[in-house]
């Protein structure tokens, strides 16, 4: 005799067994260009990555201020949950930046998920959880930096190389692309950039040898407007800087892998790349590398390079160039100011590109010298086969993506300063798709680590440094006109420093490293200041001493 | 050493419930291929047999990233859930004993996604198997590059 089975019926949405109300009210229903043109007007809102198209990362909310801050209290609490196999468990991290629209958060996490929250009680409102595959090619990490909105929608890219628009009212997905090959070693961990009726993407998977490019997206449709490759082909503009009968180009890297910034008065997008591939072997790759480890500046419309500098020209040191191009002006100039993983601050003019002066950041940089016109000169490189070449700053940088933030009202950048040197050691491979090809051993120095938050006039001079305690620093600052900057730090103090001197005003310590970027807002006329707080990420680059300390996936948000 | 006549011994022991160690061991146990529709969509059943605390099978494979309906079998005379991967959520269902149920699964591919049983007492057990998407990115999302060696 045969039982009937017992009907289970059909499987469903685990968020239903839930006090979620999956629903939000409308709030990126009015967000278009013109809204985001005038981003830092908004200030209860922080409605694009930076929170401006500028990159400056500063608010001119002031009722939290120097005065004050040391009443800041813990608003609320999301906690993020982190359970099964994940790709990269060891190194997921909260990265992102989070939005703030009108009283709702959209905050972006690790393995494809995205939240949205009351931004006053932090009550989740709705979640989005794409499905990440635990095999995906992730260097270094299951991370990712945020999100976009505009047009009653959310957007995010995942893990596994795709771009998702969700309706910000409930988190349904209204389209996908997939926008790399994650059989190639692509992934992608960057908040999109919208702009016009486009958004801007790019790609990550330097350290497998593929070819940079950055994309713009249709906002409706998720039609492709257009790509561009950071690394030439034979007979392209800049292919005369690779090995004219190689196939080094096919797996040159790139990456655009950090959100860009824009000037909409000369329509140009400024692109920071990443890496050439191999990274430390670069005699399979002969010439200055173009265009990585550079800006690009492109036509926003047509994603034409209308002009580039690079940075480090044919980096053997792994000297990504991806963090932030921030904006500003000085003595009637349009200028862009960078702080490059190869411990130099450069400022250029933002219009063509012509270099303004350059200055060093950090206290060790030993692998070469840029003299302040941009004379690169390198003198330590792994260069033979097995000898090691030890080197400051390490491959993660005298600052690494997190970003510095600026106070125009001061001129002052606050920058968030690693002092970790790494040896390095080539051991040449052939390459093979999907791989890891970096053509050397690398080992990060455990200890002998120092790093500050410093703040630095638009000339380079320092002005004041909040030193660490043997610690590199490895999260975004937050400038606001209330004279405090943000900064959290890899033991887990969140602190307040004053603009103008870096006096510690308050601090508290959060329970887990800091390795994301804060933002603030207000609802009901309340300031509020809103910080990732899960420690993780490529930390055996970043901070090898630490990457035994645990993981966190919290949301903390602070008022008065 | 292991010789190849072994291998299928050696598995045995390692796939089911109080064998070599108290569950089955990740990746262990049986492997089916999804099947493909007319339409594109994929069908493929699951099934906990009795007191094996196992998935069957362990590793399935899909021809390509897509929909997927799955018919879910309960045939143990013990209570278990199933917690799938899919985008927009992962999607939950209870199973009681001797129970039968569906789901259907949005997956990108290619790359291998794990389920299991989030019930009491089943978690970190055999009851954990991978869905297996094969195939390739759409031309549109490849480098534009010549064919690149793989490993």
Same mark, same amino acid.
């Given at each position: ?84 196999m994940i790709a990269s468990t060891s190194t997921y991290a909260f990265e992102a930046c989070p939005l703030i629209v009108d009283g709702v958060m959209f905050v972006t996490g690790w393995d494809g998920w995205l939240w949205a929250l ?443 | ?17 109080? +064998?070599?160690? $108290?569950?089955? =061991? ?5 492997? #089916? ?6 339409? %594109? ?8 047999p009795e007191d094996a605390m196992v998935w069957e099978p362990a590793v399935l494979i899909l021809p390509h990233a897509g929909t997927l309906e799955l018919t879910i079998i309960n045939d143990d005379k013990n209570t278990h859930a ?7 959520? +992962?999607?939950? $269902?209870?199973? =009681? ?5 569906? #789901? ?6 290619? %790359? ?40």
């Amino acid at each position: 005799m045969t039982l009937e089975y017992v009907d289970a019926g059909k499987a469903f949405n685990h968020g239903q067994l839930s006090q979620l109300p999956h629903s939000a009210p409308d709030v990126t229903r009015g967000i278009d260009y013109e809204r985001i043109l005038r981003a830092r007007d908004e200030s209860q809102n922080w409605i694009t990555y930076y929170g401006d198209y500028d990159g400056k990362r500063h608010s001119l909310l002031d009722q939290v201020n120097a005065e004050n801050a040391k009443d800041l209290k813990v608003a609320w609490i999301f906690q993020a949950s982190a359970t099964g196999m994940i790709a990269s468990t060891s190194t997921y991290a909260f990265e992102a930046c989070p939005l703030i629209v009108d009283g709702v958060m959209f905050v972006t996490g690790w393995d494809g998920w995205l939240w949205a929250l009351d931004a006053k009680t932090g009550e989740q409102l709705w979640r989005y959880k794409h499905a990440i595959p635990i095999d995906v090619t992730l260097c270094c990490a299951n991370v990712n930096r945020g999100c976009a909105v505009a047009n009653g929608k959310v957007y995010m890219v995942t893990q596994n190389a795709q771009l998702v628009a969700l309706d910000a009212t409930n988190g349904r997905k209204i389209w996908q692309k997939t926008i790399g090959d994650v059989r190639a070693g692509e992934s992608a961990s960057i908040a999109p950039l919208v702009i016009k009726d486009m958004l801007i993407t790019g790609s990550a998977g330097g350290e497998y040898g593929v070819r940079g490019h950055i994309d713009a997206w249709d906002l409706e449709t998720g039609e492709q407007r257009w790509r561009t490759y950071t690394v030439p082909k034979p007979g392209e503009p800049g292919s005369e800087t690779w090995p004219a009968d190689g196939e080094a180009w096919q797996r040159g890297g790139g990456n655009h892998w950090v959100t860009g910034t824009y000037d909409p008065e000369l329509n140009l997008y400024y692109a920071g790349t990443g890496n050439p591939a191999p990274d430390f072997d670069g005699a399979v790759r002969e010439g200055d590398n173009l265009y990585t480890d550079s800006v690009v500046a492109l036509d926003v419309d047509t994603g034409e390079i209308k002009w580039h500098y690079q940075f480090t020209p044919h980096d053997l040191w792994d000297y990504d160039s991806t963090m932030e191009m921030t904006l500003f002006e000085r003595d009637g100039k349009k200028l862009l100011a960078h702080f490059d993983k190869n411990g130099y601050m450069f400022v250029l003019d933002r219009t063509n590109g012509e270099l303004q002066h350059v200055t060093p950041f950090v206290d060790r940089i030993d692998w070469g010298v840029i003299t302040r016109d941009g004379k690169v000169t390198p003198r330590k490189y792994p260069d033979k086969e097995g000898e090691p070449c030890h080197f400051f700053p390490g491959p993660a940088g005298a600052k690494e993506w997190t970003h510095a933030s600026y106070n125009p009202e001061h001129d002052l950048f606050y920058v968030p300063v690693a002092d970790v040197g790494a040896t390095a050691t080539r051991r040449r491979r052939e390459f093979k798709e999907g791989m890891p090809y970096w053509g050397a051993a690398v080992e990060v120095d455990v200890d002998n680590m120092a790093g500050s938050v410093s703040a630095f006039d638009s000339h380079g001079e320092e002005k004041w440094r909040y030193r660490l305690n043997n610690m590199p620093m490895a999260a975004s600052t937050l400038s606001t006109a209330g004279n405090v900057v943000f900064a959290g730090t890899p033991t887990g103090e969140f602190l307040a420093l004053h603009a103008e001197t870096g006096e510690k005003l308050w601090s508290f310590q959060c329970g887990s490293g800091h390795h994301s970027s804060p933002s603030t807002y207000t609802v009901d006329g309340k300031q509020y200041i809103a910080v990732p707080v899960g420690w993780g990420g490529w930390l055996e680059g970043i901070v090898p001493g630490m990457s035994g300390q645990g993981h966190g996936a919290a949301l903390i948000v602070f008022s008065l | 050493m292991t010789i190849v006549q072994e291998r299928e011994d050696l598995l045995a022991e390692l796939g089911g419930q109080n +064998k070599a160690t $108290i569950g089955a =061991v990740l990746g262990t146990g049986s492997i #089916a291929k999804a099947t493909e529709r007319a339409d %594109g969509t994929m069908e493929a059943t699951i099934r906990i047999p009795e007191d094996a605390m196992v998935w069957e099978p362990a590793v399935l494979i899909l021809p390509h990233a897509g929909t997927l309906e799955l018919t879910i079998i309960n045939d143990d005379k013990n209570t278990h859930a199933c917690l799938l991967p899919s985008n927009g959520d +992962k999607q939950f $269902i209870s199973l =009681v004993n001797h129970s039968k149920g569906s #789901a259907t699964l949005e997956l990108d591919g290619p %790359g291998c996604y794990w389920y299991g049983s989030p019930a009491g007492n089943d978690e970190g057990r055999g009851l954990t198997a991978a869905i297996v998407v094969t195939g390739e990115v759409p031309p549109e999302a490849k480098l534009d590059r010549p064919a690149q060696p793989r490993p």
